[in-house]
Every structure is written in C-alpha cells, then in structure tokens.
C-alpha cells in the first residue's frame, strides 16, 4: 500500500504484502510443474514397463496363428471340391472374469447338456484368461449362448475341414484334428511340405490360400468305392479294396479301402479294420505275382515266350510236393503257363532263370522298399533277402512273400506302359515330368509279351469273368487266390483274392489291382476263386469308368490279333 501526502513529499510504498503474494504465486507453479514431471515420469514408466511384458499370444499353450490358420482346398483332377475350410464358431471362458461361476454353470448347460457339470465348474473356476469350453459349434448354439449374457463367455471363429464326399475318398484324404492340423492322409503329407510353415509364419490366418490339385478323378473314385462296398454285400467279404493309376504319369485316378470312415468325423478312423489296404496292408498276392516271374525270366532271355515246360508231374522239395490248383499235367506252352496259372509251369520258368537272378530281379521292380508315395500310411513289404530253392519256388507264384497292392499296380503299369517304372502319385504330373522320372525296368519287347498274356487271359483264361462285364474295353490281367494263414496253417476256406488289370491294352493307359478279402460264393453256380470276385468286380469297374476316361468301346477281333506278338502269329 502506498500512502501520498498533500505536500508531495517522497512516496512510501508497503510492497510487503504483494511480493509475499508473488513468492506464493511461483512456489505453486514450481510445484505444479515438478507435479506434472512426476505425472509424466510415472506414465512413461509404467509404459515402458507395459512394452517390456511379453503378451500371451497363445490359447491354452497353441499359438493363435495355428488355431485360427486356414488350409487350403484340396480339389480333385477336374477341379471338383475334395475338402474346403468352412468357418465355426468356438466357445471361450476367461475364468477370472465370471462373477457367479455356479450360475454360469447352469446356464451353460441348459443350451449344451451334454457338458460334464463338475467338469465345466473345475473349467470355469480360477484365474485363468482363456479356456475352451467346447468348440466347432454351430451358428444357432452360438446365438443361443449369446442370449444367455454370461460375463466371461465368448466366441473365437475357426477354421474346420468339410469333405464334400464323406467316406468316398477317405483313405486319400485323411482327416485333420480340432486344431485343423493334418493327423493322416494327404492332409498330413501336406502339413509336412508347406502347409504347417504357413500357419506357422501367420500366412495361412485370414489369407486365402492355392488350391491343391489331385490326380483323383472324383467320377472314377465315385465308381470304384460303390462297387467295392458292392462287392462287400455281394460276396459277404470282410473288406474290399482297389487302386487305379495312369500307366504313364503314375498319377493316381482312385484309390479306396473299406472298410472306411468319414473324414468328418476323425474318431471313425480309429474304428477296427478301417486302415488303408492298399497302402498300408501288405498280403501274399497269390498269383498275380506270375506276371512278375514272366516278366524277369522273359526279359532276361532264360525263356522265350515260345518255350514249352514240363507241368505233367509236381515238383518235390524234400517232403513236399507243389502241384496245380486245376492241374492240366501236361507239356504246356508259356502263354499255356500263364493262361491256365500253372505253378509247376512258373517255378519251371523261374527255375530256368535262376533263383538269384529272381530275387535281383524283385529288388528291381522294387519289391522290397516302401513305394515313393505320398501317404504317410505305409508298410514296407516283408520278401526275404535270399531266396532258397523252395523260398524261391513259392515266391514265384506270389507265396511266401508280402507285398502291398500300391506295389502291384506301380509293376503292372511298368510291365504294359514299355518297360519304364514310375513311382505312383496323388498330385497332377504331366507326361514330361513323369519320363524325367522313369526307370527302365524290363526292355519294350518284354512289356509287349506281357501285354499279350495279359489279354489272352481275359480271352481265355481266368480272366474271362472280368472280360464278360468289360466287353469292348480291350481289358486284360491276372488273378490270384491267396490262401490266408489260420493257426500257422494255410486255411483254403479263407482266402484274399486279387486281379491286376490293365486297359486297353491296345493302347494301354490305366492299371488297376482290385482286392476281395474273405469272399464268399455269389450264387451255387460260382465259386470263391479270384476270377468270380475281384475278377468282376474289376470288369465292372472298367466298363463304368472306360467311357469317362475317354477310352471307346470297340469289339473288333482285329485288335486282340493286333496285341498277338509276331513270334506267335
């Protein structure tokens, strides 16, 4: 306060108050600026030490990337729909949010009652900040849970296979597990190539991915899985199985087994006797295995298919005697060996070739290494290392040894196509691909021959059940009757029979070996031997699939006459 006197005398001013005022005025805005660093230094601290803490990016100890990824769509040859993702919901819990666990429990369970109580209760108590509660549900459960207003509940969308055809082609595709992660088949064998990297690197979540092509033909794999479960009714038999390939590109066409599962439903796979017989079972061939002893004694040149064999007398090996099932006991020619499916006749030839050369030969055409093949489900077959002379005596008629159908049909393809193996495959080849890939196994000559027997067998030998139901198809193979072992007994009440075709063998194009396990007679007047089962089964097969195949019908005898090798005219 200042105070003026009338006599203008010096000012005096009491400036006491205002500066104590002013000193007030700065300690307050010197507090307030050290409040505001403090308020900043706490907030960026408590950033930094938010940016330091490793998020839990995983549901129940799986990466989210994996759980939610995708798969791509598996289509067929044709571009058909073999297996597609479709998008389900699954139910969640954060334990640590629910407020009344017991209520949450009851409420669950009015919309999902097949909930274990205790189960869920033990599931939804805790602090946990992610569990399943039951997932891959279906859009009316999910909305049905939403109207319940559970805290602490909610959905996560993911991804879960859908094969189209069911159990049609199960045993090619395999199944995925809740994860949607391939566990068998094709599924599995994708998962190891590329498929779980992309899930992996968080590619495969939310991005559509490449379809995969197949070779399967789904018209033919339609086909060939109706007449097995056919031929399951028909002959009473226990299981029933086929495979079909490109002679040329070794591109699998079908490939089936049953019993089977759906795919759909993964469990089913577990169900007894579902496994993959033409992959994964290995069995005596019976004899469809001659064509093999023909192919490496006619290729070796030991015989010509001119040659004739003593097949009038059993052959004894110590205190045992091998003869003919329907025995003509008589000199017969080559084509006479093969037509007539004379064991004494085939161990004559594999004898002229000599047994090491036999088994050097079987180590060719690979008969004992697991088959170059996509499918995890594999045997690798059970042949001996050295053959004795009756190891090689009952080999040569397909006894004593195992081998899996995907091996016969793989030797087949080679013993029509002019001598070249090429591994089978489930994928797409082209026919530059598959000649970088060939293999010489028998020379062009030896692949006619064999052409030759294989047709005259269906003309006149035991093939002629499967040449009545295929007329017109130019089809021709071989049979074979195995007996099954019982009690270490060979049982001739229970056998698994065999045909290994080919078609049309004018211009062949497919292999394929059909497989009757335990059949039964169809009617009193046929029998249970290959030609009656796996015979016609695999005729009606052809005659289904030919047209579709582009392979025309035509009944000219001038074209059997034209497969007649010129030594034999």
Known sequence: MAVVTEDFTPTIALDGARKQRGNLTQARIRWMILAVILGFGLVGGRLVQLGMVETDQTIEGQARDVITATRPPILDRNGLEMAVDIRVPSLYAEPR?????????????????????????????????FVWVQRELTPAIQDAVMRLGIPGID?????KRFYPAMSEASHILGSTNVDNQGIAGIERHMDAESVALLQDLGLARGNALAPVELSVDMRVQHIMHEQLADAMTRYQAIAAAGVMMDIHTGEVIALASLPDFNPNEPASALVKDTFNRITSGIFEPGSIFKTVTMAGALDSGSVAITDQF??????????YTIDDFHGKHRILSLPEVYKYSSNIGTIRIMQAMGKDNFRAFLSRMKFDERVEFELPEMRVPTVPKELSEVGAATASFGHGLSVSPLHMVAA????????NYIAPTLYKRDIAEAEALYQRVISPETSTSLRYLMRLNALEGSGSQMNKAAQGYRAGGKTGTAE??????????????????????????????????????????????????????????IQRVAPMLGVAPDFSEAIDQQIIPPVLR
């Open 412 to 419: 087949y393809a080679a013993f029509a196509n002019g001598g």
């Open 155 to 159: 959905f996560i969308t993911e991804s």
């Open 97 to 129: 949010r629910i407020i009344d666990v017991e209520e949450a429990v009851r409420a669950l369970r009015t919309v999902l009652p097949d909930l274990d109580e205790t189960w869920l209760r033990n599931r939804l108590t805790g602090d946990q900040g």
């Open 484 to 541: 099954k072992v019982v009690d270490g007994r060979y049982s001739s009440s229970k056998v698994t029979n065999f045909f290994a075709s080919v078609f049309p063998l004018d211009n062949p194009r497919y292999a394929m070996v059909i497989m009757v396990d335990e059949p039964k007679a169809e009617n009193a007047q046929s029998g249970t031997t290959a030609g009656w089962n796996a015979g016609a089964v695999s005729g009606r097969v």
């Open 310 to 319: 003593d097949a009038r007398y059993g052959i004894r090996f110590g205190r």
